[in-house]
């Protein structure tokens, strides 16, 4: 993987953008399951970059995992990293990206990984599949975005454009010969590898005049439904299969933004790409397909609501049932209080965000060495297992020394092996907001979630403990909850956080450190030689 600029023309102006080796969206990589890849990265560019391999478990090695000051320092600019790639039970799409400063709004691309040789699909195989990833684009520099927004203390400015397969589809100016096409055969099943790839937002999806069967998310499978839209938070994959059943023409693919909040600036516009029916026939013109509102929380939900493991013999499930560390982590939009009072944060002051009241602070060197080495002062351990302060977490006017967090590194110490209950609360400061919260290392059965404020003698009965869905990433919705289960028996430091990228500026991010187990195979590997120095 060679990281360099290259120049891109989108809504009639170009710029040089953060490539893999000239390409954006970067190379799909493929695999199949329980591969080892190795992965050269090199870094041609002008500044610091990290890959994360989002959804691998990286099992004892966290040393590649990728993200900045947490499993390594950045790849500096002429230096290289030798990254090694380790799949275990991951099967069906994932995908790579940057995961320093937003580099990633450039640097990305789709993993697919295949079942192991001699094993098929959970369903007929397709015709051929295809990703689909969701992406944005700024007509300034992304850095430059950066920089104001953190500067400002306030929101960053939208996008222009929402992209599939790195096109804004022809509603936008400049972009209709550009247009991402798929030619397709009536009476063939097209297999739909999806990708949000968006920077800040929730995105509905759909293909007008077309049923689309859920098929799988985060590389695991999941009972097959129809649906007519999907919606794939940031960072989420989701397979789909789309049967080509109409009549021969040209059809629609649509994305926009789901958002929850009133007030925030968001790109409020449509990418389309076309579905092409093969054959000889003249074209209608294409009518898009029906999406749910932009701000239709019960849409967002509900569709989240339907995933099931499949759950069968070649796809067990292994749901931890005697839970021994129970957590509750709080996600918030906060403020901090302005140097200089110009601030463009409320109430003049600086946004910023926290689980569990604390707004993490990113140290100089990376947690995975300090804690490998034993180097003293890097960070705390003592993040908490509940918030410091409990409130009506949804509640409709809370007091406003509520909003002001505390600024630390604090990491969550797990022993090895426990069975791990996380419920994931989101709340209304500031309004409240859909969070989908990514886990580094390990993806995590989704137990149950729900509206308002969690309820520990009602809502675990509840639970869907017999086939919940295996993700890496889960979208709390706005103002609720979430409850994940996981055995903590992957070693080392693991990264979790919010995937709206302004949310990990502002601090809404914490760490876990898994313990070794006692027998060599439960043990943390060694790093390698060549890990970029700080």
Request: glycine residues 8%; hydrophobic residues 35%; charged residues 15%.
């Amino acid at each position: 993987m060679q990281i360099k600029e290259a120049p891109y023309s989108k809504l009639c102006s170009s710029k040089n953008i953060l490539t893999v080796n000239g390409q954006f969206p970067g190379p799909v990589l493929y695999a199949n399951r329980g591969d080892t890849l190795n992965v050269n990265v090199q870094n041609g560019g002008s500044q610091n970059i990290t890959i994360h391999w989002h959804g691998a478990r990286q099992l004892r090695y966290p040393w590649s995992d990728g993200p900045a000051f947490i499993t390594q320092c950045p790849i500096r600019p002429g230096t290289s990293f030798n990254q090694k790639l380790k799949l275990s039970n991951e099967e069906g799409t994932l995908w790579w990206h940057a995961h320093s400063d937003w580099s990633r709004a450039t640097v990305h691309g789709v993993l697919i990984i295949r079942p192991a040789n001699g094993t098929d699909y959970p369903f007929p195989k397709p015709a051929a599949e295809i990703p689909i990833i969701l992406g944005e684009w700024w007509k300034s520099d992304v850095q430059e975005i950066v920089n104001e927004f953190v500067a400002s203390g306030g929101d960053p400015k939208k996008s222009d454009a929402f992209l599939i397969n790195g096109q804004p589809g022809d509603l936008y100016p400049c972009s209709r010969n550009d247009t991402f096409n798929l030619t397709v055969e009536k009476g063939k099943t097209y297999l739909l590898r999806m990708v949000n790839a968006v920077m800040n937002n929730l995105m509905f999806f759909s293909i007008a005049n077309h049923e689309l069967t859920v098929v799988g998310t985060d590389a695991a499978y999941v009972k097959p439904f129809k649906t007519n839209y999907i919606t794939i938070s940031p960072g989420q994959t989701i397979d789909v299969l789309l049967e080509a059943n109409q009549n021969p023409d040209h059809y629609y693919m649509a994305a926009r933004a789901y958002n929850s909040l009133n007030g925030v600036n968001f790109g409020n516009t449509t990418t389309t790409a076309i579905i092409q029916y093969r054959g000889n026939y003249t074209p209608s013109s294409p009518v898009l397909p029906s999406l749910p509102n932009s701000n239709d929380t019960n849409a967002s939900f509900n569709f989240t609501s339907k995933f099931r493991s499949l759950a069968d013999q070649k796809h067990p499930v292994n749901v931890p049932l005697n839970v021994t560390t129970n957590l509750l982590l709080t996600f918030s939009i906060n403020t901090l209080p302005c140097e200089d009072e110009s601030c463009s944060g409320a109430y003049g002051d600086r946004f910023a965000a926290s689980v569990n009241n604390i707004s993490f602070v990113l140290p100089n060197i990376d947690i995975l060495e300090a804690y490998y080495k034993n180097i003293i002062g890097v960070y705390g351990d003592e993040f908490p297992s509940f918030p410091s302060l409990n409130f009506n977490f949804t509640g409709d006017s809370l007091p406003v020394k509520l909003l002001h967090p505390n600024r630390k590194t604090e990491v969550h110490i797990l022993e090895y092996k426990t069975n791990v209950e996380i419920v994931l609360q989101g709340t209304s400061l500031l309004g409240g907001i859909d969070h989908p919260i990514h886990l580094h290392g390990y993806s995590f059965y989704v137990v149950g979630s729900g509206f308002g404020n969690f309820d520990k003698d009602k809502d675990p009965l509840k639970y869907n403990l017999v086939d919940p869905p295996f993700q890496n990433t889960i979208a709390v919705v706005k103002n609720g909850w979430a409850a994940i289960r996981f055995r903590a028996d992957n070693p080392g430091v693991w990264f979790m956080h919010c995937h709206l990228e302004r949310h990990v500026s502002w601090g809404m991010e914490m760490v876990f450190i898994v313990k070794n187990g006692m027998g060599a195979a439960e043990k943390l590997l060694p790093p390698p030689p060549d890990m970029p120095k700080c």
